[in-house]
């Protein structure tokens, strides 16, 4: 009997797990084992599973202790995706929390303070699963991203001979923002990515942004699709559209622009005001 009810038990985990996985991966772009990032939005997602303790008498105690553990099972998933997290081209949130115990010791905090996306969901034998979601600018704390923005000078891919660019810019028109097509790179996601030219000048980063911008929208949005990134808010409008040659950094999320692209982003008499605005969206594979 025993031996049924833990199958059981685990069944109901596998396939709860099942259900929120799926609903993971429609809304996510960066994927974990039990958790993911939607960095469009900004967010981290976790899902928790939890079982009533054994001490519970009632159906209420039951629930409200399976609810309990389940919470808890979320905080230390989205602890685990939140270490996975790049800063930048060389940083990763587990380097800032090995690193800085106030970085380490303000993430756990922060986490009691995840909020509910959508409703638990109770079963049968008395376990509850639970999707739990929490902001990246207000769980990842300003020292951690201050200590990844002053890094050395790292090496870039050099200039190609014959890179082609993309499609040209008009420069007497006034564009909402830029999107650049990372897709083929190999780019990955991070809180503080870089745009490079060839030579390795930066065209954009942390410098170049208005830390107003950044607290409410990130340095960038990434999404999967041109199409969705043509549609998005951060850029809507007419954005303006260049291909990535490259990725670079050790994470590879610093982005490399061909020298014809550098100079037409250049070129663009108002494209600061929508780099200042951090109006930036990322299309990854």
Known sequence: MKAMRIFITST???????????????RCTQMGESACVDWDRGVV?????????????????????ALRAAKLDAARNMLEMIKGINLSSSTTMRDAMVQNDTVRTQVQGRLFGLRPS???????????????EASLRQ????????SSTGEAPREISGPSSGSSGSA???PG??????????????????M??????????????????????VQKHGMAGYVRDL????????????????????????????????????????????HLNFLREARVVIVLD
């Open 168 to 170: 040209r810019l008009d």
């Open 173 to 190: 028109r006034v564009y909402t923002g830029l999107i650049i097509d990372a897709r083929g790179s190999g780019a990955q996601p991070a």
């Open 12 to 26: 109901v985990f596998l396939l709860t797990g099942i259900l929120y996985a799926q609903g993971l991966d429609q």
């Open 139 to 146: 769980t990842i704390p300003d020292e951690a991203l201050t």
């Open 192 to 213: 503080s990515p870089k745009i490079y030219d060839e030579e390795g000048n930066e065209l954009y980063g942390s410098a170049y942004v208005d830390q107003e911008f």
């Open 227 to 270: 199409d969705q990134a043509l549609a998005n808010d951060r850029v809507q409008g007419t954005p303006a559209v260049l291909k990535a040659l490259s990725s670079s950094g050790a994470n590879q999320t610093d982005l490399i622009l061909s020298k014809s692209d550098a100079d037409q982003l250049r070129g663009l008499a108002d």
């Open 45 to 65: 997602m976790a899902e928790g599973l939890g079982a009533p303790a054994s001490s519970a008498k009632n159906t209420a105690q039951k629930n409200a202790t």
């Open 118 to 132: 959508g409703k638990p969901r109770y079963f049968s034998d008395g376990s509850v699963s639970i999707l739990m």
